[in-house]
C-alpha cells in the first residue's frame, strides 16, 4: 500500500515545480521502469502491481510499493498503467562538452513534450546522444516527455543551457531546419556537427538564425504546409547517417 | 449561440458510431477549418467565434453559429479552441485504383489515431494520395486523427479495405517494413508502388507478410528499440522520392 503522504508526493512530481524542488521524477509503465531499474538512474521507489512484481524479480534495496493498477493509474499519467510506476532522482547536469567526430541536436524552444520525447528517442535510434535544450524547450523530465521517448531517456543527455552561448563557441558546422535551405538529399554531411531544431509554430528564432552556418531543407513532394518537428528530425538525422556511409 | 440539440448532436460525432449514422464528422481549429472550407468537402455547419468571423469573412449558403471560445470548446475535443469548428460531410468511398507510376501507403492495423493522422501528413509532404487502411485500422475521421492531419485529410483519400484482397491482386511491387529487411539506403525503389506499415505493437500482420515482395529496415545507429510508425513512414517516404532523383 502507498500512504496518504507518498500519494501526495508522487502526484506533486506530475509538476515541474515540485520535480524541481524535489530532484525527482515519474517514469510509468513495464517497458520504461524495466529501463530506468537497468540504467545509472537512481530509483528511489517503486510502486507495481502484484503481477508485474511475479514477472520480475527486483531485489535489492528497492523500497517496493504494491497497488492495483487502479491505485496506480491514480497516481501518474497514464490513463491505465496495469504495471508500474517509479519516482527516480534526477541526475546532475554535467557541462556540456562535445567530440570532433559527433553529431548533436539543439532545440531552440520544442515546447510539446511529446515532441521532445520522441527526439530524444528518435536521437537514440540514430546514435546521438547529446541533445542541447534552450530554457523554454519542454522539460526532459515531464512525464509525457518520459513516456514518448519510450525508454531513451536513459541513453540520451538533455543539457538546458542557453543555446547562443553555446552555439556562439562551437567551432563544427551548425546545421538549421529552414523552408529554404539546402536540399538534404544534396547536403554532404560531415562526421560530427550540430542539428538545430526551432520552435513547432515558429521555428528557428532570429537570435540562433545568425548562428547557423548551413541552412537546410526537406524536400517536398507533395502539398503538406509542414512536418512535425520529430518526423523533420527523423527524416534529417536519417540523411545525415547515409551521407557518412 | 447552438441550440441544445445542435450541440448535442455536434458532442455526438466524437463517436464512431454516430459519424457512422450521421455520415458528418467534426473539424477543429482554424487551420484545419479554414482549409475544409476551401476543399470539396461539403461543411453542413460551422461554430465560430466572432473574431474568427470578422476577421474571415466567410459568405455564401454557409449555416453559421456564434459562440464564445469556451462554448466552442465544449462542443468538441480540443482542450482550447478560441476559432472554429466545422461539421462536415463524409465522402463518399470511391473504389481504390492506381497509376503505374504511383507510390500508395497501406496501414496494416495502425491503431493510434494521431499516428494515422502524422501518416495523412507525411503522405501529402511527399505526394502520396492514397492510403490504404485495414479495417481495424484508426477511424480518418476520429477528431484526432483530423487535428493530426494539419489539414491534409482534405487532400489524402483513405480507403478501407481487407488489405490481403487488394493486395493479392495488385501487380507492383510491396515494401514492408521489417526490422530484418534491405537497408533503406540500398534499395532502388521503383517509380511506383505500395508501402505497407504495421501495428504499433505488433508491426505487420502474418497473414499480410506474405503479400510483401520487398522487406526492408531503417538503419539503426543507436539503441533505441524502434521507431514510431509515423517516423518510420517519414524516413521510408524521403527515401523513395529520393532513389527517384
Not at 542541447?132 to 526532459?140: C, I, N, V
Amino acid at each position: 500500500m502507498v500512504s496518504k503522504t507518498t500519494a501526495k508526493f508522487i502526484k506533486s512530481l506530475q509538476l515541474k515545480k515540485y520535480r524541481k524542488q524535489e530532484q525527482c521524477f515519474l517514469v510509468e509503465g513495464a517497458k520504461s521502469v524495466l529501463e530506468v531499474l537497468q540504467s545509472d538512474f537512481e530509483v528511489m521507489l517503486l510502486v507495481a502491481t502484484q503481477p508485474f512484481l511475479d514477472v520480475y524479480s527486483l531485489g535489492g534495496k528497492l523500497e517496493v510499493h504494491v497497488a492495483t493498477a487502479q491505485q496506480l493509474s491514480s497516481l501518474g499519467t497514464f490513463k491505465s498503467n496495469d504495471a508500474a510506476l517509479a519516482v527516480v532522482k534526477m541526475k546532475e547536469q554535467e557541462p556540456f562538452s562535445f567530440e570532433q567526430q559527433e553529431w548533436c541536436i539543439a532545440l531552440d524552444d520544442v515546447n510539446d513534450p511529446g515532441n521532445m520525447g520522441s527526439i530524444l528517442r528518435i536521437a537514440d535510434w540514430y546514435g546521438i546522444y547529446k541533445v542541447l535544450a534552450s530554457e523554454q524547450t519542454a522539460d526532459f523530465y515531464n512525464p509525457k516527455t518520459i513516456a514518448a521517448s519510450k525508454g531513451s531517456f536513459c541513453r540520451v543527455q538533455a543539457y538546458y543551457t542557453s543555446l547562443k552561448e553555446v552555439l556562439t563557441q562551437y567551432p563544427q558546422p551548425v546545421y538549421g531546419a529552414f523552408m529554404e535551405g539546402e536540399d538534404i538529399h544534396k547536403v554532404q554531411f560531415g562526421r560530427g556537427g550540430m542539428l538545430v531544431l526551432g520552435n513547432e509554430a515558429n521555428g528557428i528564432s532570429l537570435a540562433i538564425s545568425s548562428l547557423i552556418t548551413k541552412k537546410i531543407t526537406i524536400p517536398r513532394y507533395g502539398k503538406a504546409e509542414s512536418l512535425n518537428v520529430a518526423m523533420a528530425t527523423a527524416v534529417i538525422c536519417d540523411n545525415i547517417k547515409r551521407s557518412q556511409k
